[in-house]
Structure formats: structure tokens, C-alpha cells
T-cell receptor, first 118, second 111 residues
Framework: GAVVSQHPSRVICKSGTSVKIECRSL??????MFWYRQFPKQSLMLMAT?????????EQGVEKDKFLINHASLTLSTLTVTSAHPEDSSFYIC??????????????FGPGTRLTVL | SQQGEEDPQALSIQEGENATMNCSYK?????LQWYRQNSGRGLVHLIL?????REKHSGRLRVTLDTSKKSSSLLITASRAADTASYFC???????????FGSGTQLTVLP
């Protein structure tokens, strides 16, 4: 399947700092990217949907000023966790959807970023 | 988005046995997808079944879809220890085709 990368794979930061996570589609153009959060032993919860060149749509309960999303190109979206606190510690996963081998319905997931806020 | 339900939450079987996982969802769908996740890793797409399909096969995987009951099942035949992972269903709905994930099934295949 298509390849989506995330960077960094793991980050540890102090409370109050901001952390940027990158999500890249490597072999197709992602018209839409999604950001999810996953707590241990739980399922994925959608945080926001972003379309290239437009503002992200956030799910209910997700603070848009805290989780800044930028989707400036068809291959790159970034999630910035601003003023991170310990409760923001989680596994953040992005996915990308675009046309890959003629298919447009499948979301391809990145490997995830483990964020630990001390 | 409201999460779907999956059962069982956990399943432990012997290598060579079949594993069946069930998923229920809440709204009308465009398609339903199944993903696999190894501990601490990203998701791997397994199979997609469209709303007008009732059954689909891919290798050792068989997926069924019953839109009248808003449910789907994933069958893994002749399981292997390497199949040990969490399995999630995800329903795609609406014009944005967002995915709503089920609660997941943790499958353990014992050698």
C-alpha cells in the first residue's frame, strides 16, 4: 500500500513546551489528512480533518488553539501541540487519503508518534 | 463521532484455529474497513468492503457486511502466531468519508 511517514516517532518534552509532529505521504498526493489520538489499550479517536490549502475541521471537544494543524501541501501536514501538559501524553497517528492506484477510499496510516510530556 | 463496538474485546486461540471478530456501527456507511495494529505501531489496512457488498475475501481473511444489522465480521482462517495484534473495524460515512473506529479486538494466537 501507500506509504505515510511521521516524524518524530517518539518525543519527550517538558510541560509548557510546544511539539510539532510531521506527517508525509511519500508516494501519492494526499488531498485529505486526518489526525487521531490513541490512549493505551484504547481505540483511535479522530481529532481533526484537514484538506490541503484550507483550515482544519476539528472534532467536538478538541481545542483548535491547542492542537494547531497545517496542511500546506499535498504531501505534508503538521500537528503542533502547543503548551503541552502531561495529560496530552498520548500516541498521535496521522492518516492520508488521496488517489493511489486509482483508489480514493482508503486511508493510509503513519506509524504514529509517541508523545510523553513530563 | 461515536465509536463503534467490537466483540470480543480479547480473543486467545491456538495456532491453526480460526478467529472471528465482530463489529457494529451506528450510521449509514459508504464502506467499512478493517485494520490491524501491532502494539505501539501504526495501523495496517487489511480490507475494505463497500456498502453494496456482502462478502469479500483476501488471502486468509474473509469479511462480511450486513447493512440491515449494521454489523460486520472479520474471519482469519488458519491463524498464525504472527497474527497476534489488535484489530479495528472502521466505518466510513458522510461526504467527508471520515472513519469511525470500533473499540478493537486484541487477538492472541498461541504457538
Amino acid at each position: 500500500g501507500a506509504v505515510v511517514s511521521q516524524h518524530p516517532s517518539r518525543v519527550i518534552c517538558k510541560s509548557g513546551t510546544s511539539v510539532k509532529i510531521e506527517c508525509r505521504s511519500l508516494d501519492f498526493q494526499a488531498t485529505t489528512m486526518f489526525w487521531y489520538r490513541q490512549f493505551p489499550k484504547q481505540s483511535l479517536m479522530l481529532m481533526a480533518t484537514s484538506n490541503e490549502g484550507s483550515k482544519a475541521t476539528y472534532e467536538q471537544g478538541v481545542e483548535k488553539d491547542k492542537f494547531l494543524i497545517n496542511h500546506a501541501s499535498l504531501t505534508l501536514s503538521t500537528l503542533t501541540v502547543t503548551s503541552a501538559h502531561p495529560e496530552d501524553s498520548s500516541f498521535y497517528i496521522c492518516s492520508a487519503r488521496g488517489t493511489y492506484r486509482g483508489y480514493t477510499d482508503t486511508q493510509y496510516f503513519g506509524p504514529g508518534t509517541r508523545l510523553t510530556v513530563l | 463521532s461515536q465509536q463503534g463496538e467490537e466483540d470480543p474485546q480479547a480473543l486467545s486461540i491456538q495456532e491453526g484455529e480460526n478467529a472471528t471478530m465482530n463489529c457494529s456501527y451506528k450510521t449509514s456507511i459508504n464502506n467499512l474497513q478493517w485494520y490491524r495494529q501491532n502494539s505501539g505501531r501504526g495501523l495496517v489496512h487489511l480490507i475494505l468492503i463497500r456498502s453494496n457488498e456482502r462478502e469479500k475475501h483476501s488471502g486468509r481473511l474473509r469479511v462480511t457486511l450486513d447493512t440491515s444489522k449494521k454489523s460486520s465480521s472479520l474471519l482469519i482462517t488458519a491463524s498464525r502466531a504472527a497474527d497476534t495484534a489488535s484489530y479495528f473495524c472502521a466505518s466510513s460515512s458522510g461526504s467527508a468519508r471520515q472513519l469511525t473506529f470500533g473499540s478493537g479486538t486484541q487477538l492472541t494466537v498461541l504457538p
